[in-house]
């Protein structure tokens, strides 16, 4: 086939391409099919209200203490080089015990091993901010998002790209780029699984939708070196 023809056909493909997702969920359906739990908190999580939600009954947050964050994880999924995460993204309350002024975490992790060793990036609503790092060892990195409140649906997204070492951060209107340092701070795990995180409070997730962009970028190109 021509080149020119190639590029042509390429061109009227790459939209449908790029918006392939590999994975999502609306828990329309009630249930929690293609989802693992791991951490303090694997199990108290439902779908029955069409989102996903953790319990009120769990263990409370303690800070970057090992073992107090848990993670709903898209079951079989390894974290890719590059990928898209989003969903919608909602602090529903704190649980017993819970420290007053130190709750409200919804949001991503990705090279998630154990509750020891992971990267994230997630809403604070108390501290009106986003933060992303790696753990263990990761400076905090932060989006300020003003006027932060619990029980609000907002919607985030984040695009890694780890062979250019550029993460993208959007959430309502508010957006960021990491990268050198910034980004390596951040994504100190490789691999692993990926998927939402809860530290301990009542969150709900909906809309998720995962994007394995290393794979559409290779296959996309292959055979127009």
């Given amino acids: 086939m021509p080149r020119f023809k190639m590029l042509l056909l390429f061109a009227t493909i790459y939209p449908a391409i790029?918006?392939?997702?590999?994975?999502?969920?609306?828990?329309?359906?009630?249930?929690?099919?293609?989802?693992?739990?791991?951490?303090?908190?694997?199990?108290?999580?439902?779908?029955?209200?069409?989102?996903?939600?953790?319990?009120?009954?769990?263990?409370?947050?303690?800070?970057?203490?090992?073992?107090?964050?848990?993670?709903?994880?898209?079951?079989?999924?390894?974290?890719?080089?590059?990928?898209?995460?989003?969903?919608?993204?909602?602090?529903?309350?704190?649980?017993?015990?819970?420290?007053?002024?130190?709750?409200?975490?919804?949001?991503?992790?990705?090279?998630?091993?154990?509750?020891?060793?992971?990267n994230t990036s997630y809403l604070r609503t108390h501290a009106d901010q986003v933060t992303s790092f790696g753990i263990p060892g990761g400076?905090?990195?932060?989006?300020?998002?003003?006027?932060?409140?619990?029980?609000?649906?907002?919607?985030?997204?984040?695009?890694?790209?780890?062979?250019?070492?550029?993460m993208s951060l959007m959430i309502d209107g508010q957006s960021t780029t990491f990268s050198g340092v910034d980004f390596q701070e951040i994504n100190i795990n490789s691999g692993g699984s990926i998927g939402l995180i809860t530290w301990g409070e009542r969150v709900g997730y909906d809309n998720v939708v995962f994007k394995n962009l290393s794979a559409i970028f290779s296959d996309s190109f292959e055979g127009f070196s």
Wanted: hydrophobic share 35%; net charge negative.
């Fill in 18 to 118: 790029c918006s392939a997702a590999n994975f999502e969920d609306n828990f329309n359906d009630g249930d929690m099919a293609g989802w693992s739990f791991s951490g303090i908190n694997p199990g108290p999580w439902s779908a029955t209200t069409g989102e996903m939600q953790s319990a009120s009954t769990q263990t409370a947050h303690a800070g970057n203490t090992p073992g107090s964050p848990g993670a709903a994880l898209i079951t079989g999924l390894v974290t890719p080089d590059r990928f898209s995460l989003e969903a919608d993204i909602r602090v529903i309350g704190d649980v017993p015990g819970q420290a007053p002024g130190n709750w409200g975490h919804a949001g991503f992790v990705w090279g998630w091993s154990d509750s020891t060793r992971f």
């Fill in 139 to 166: 400076a905090e990195n932060l989006l300020s998002i003003p006027g932060a409140v619990n029980d609000v649906v907002y919607h985030m997204k984040i695009d890694v790209n780890s062979s250019s070492q550029v």
